[in-house]
């Protein structure tokens, strides 16, 4: 490693140069590592120095002597090792300067830019979507909810193989009145029976197969012509009931794209005010003479 980049890190001094931190006496002056505004230098890698100040706020109030030097020991290593590596870094690519300088003032222009945006919208953004605006949303842009495969609203369940009271368990399972499936899932709860519930909410039924062991490639197939499913090994009994589907191509229901409706109507909103502050800025600075451009406009 480069001669400059040189560790001159040790805990003893570093722990004393803390000083009120730790509760202990400081001698720092004397060795030239003190700093009237920044405190005792507790660390240095090549020119680079970590100041006590720099670290008193990192280490937790009423730690014992020996906890606050654990701490101060991991924050002081992990400075240490990432401003060796910083070295390293510039060191190997210190002939594209240029390019780092331009890339990091990019960023920080994109940085500001975003909190300047952010704080502006603040107040003018209206964060309210109603039930309506969904609404019209949705029905102005149906074709955009067309399902890429089947969604369903299923229950799933694992009772042991060969259980004598299985069939009891099916009809349950299968049957539609709710004190039914009420007492199937009280049954199933008590004896630790496993039990997945997608009746909720729609799901799609790629997700819903994965439970349980099931072969047929064509969900499509399946859901047009089945409700109820079941298969069984060594171990386990598994039963699918299929209680809504949507098919592949249909739309998908305006309650699963809410949450997303909202996200892009508020996008909308968002980049709609963001295009005002852009053109106000322009107009002003154009009114004020803050720009020239040199380049001829083209002929229309």
């Not at 490639?217 to 298969?231: G, K, M, P, Q, W």
Request: net charge negative; hydrophobic share 35%; glycine share 6%.
């Amino acid at each position: 490693m480069n001669r400059t980049v040189i560790t001159r890190f040790r805990i003893g001094w570093a722990v004393v140069c803390l000083g009120g931190l730790l509760g202990g006496a400081t001698s720092c002056n004397k060795l030239k590592l003190y700093d009237a505004d920044k405190g005792e230098v507790v660390a240095t890698v090549g020119e680079r120095e970590l100041y006590a100040s720099d670290v008193a706020g990192m280490i937790g109030s009423g730690l014992t002597r020996a906890d606050s030097l654990a701490a101060l020991e991991s924050i002081v290593d992990t400075w240490v090792r990432r401003e060796i590596k910083t070295a390293a870094a510039e060191a190997a690519i210190s002939g594209q300067g240029e390019d780092i300088e331009e890339m990091v003032a990019q960023y920080r222009s994109t940085l500001m830019t975003y909190r300047y945006e952010q704080e502006w919208l603040v107040d003018r953004l209206d964060t309210v979507v109603t039930r309506d605006q969904i609404f019209e949303y949705y029905d102005n842009n149906r074709d955009g909810f067309r399902l890429a495969g089947p969604i369903v609203k299923a229950r799933i369940a694992r009772i042991p193989a060969g259980l004598r009271q299985s069939r009891k368990l099916e009809e349950m399972f299968r049957s539609g009145d709710e004190a039914d499936r009420n007492d199937f899932l009280n049954i199933c709860q008590k004896n630790q029976y496993h039990t997945e519930d997608f009746s909720a909410e729609w799901t799609d039924f790629g997700t819903v197969v994965r439970q349980i062991p099931f072969s047929q490639s064509n969900f499509d197939d399946f859901l047009r012509t089945r409700r109820f499913y079941e298969v069984e090994d060594d171990e386990y009994k598994y039963m699918m009931a299929i209680d809504l589907y949507r098919p592949t191509g249909d739309y998908s229901p305006i309650e699963r794209e809410t949450a997303n409706i909202r996200k892009i109507i508020l996008n909308k909103r968002r980049q709609a005010l963001l295009g005002q502050l852009e053109d106000s800025l322009y107009r002003a600075a154009r009114d004020e003479r803050m720009f020239e451009i040199k380049v001829e406009p083209r002929q229309k």
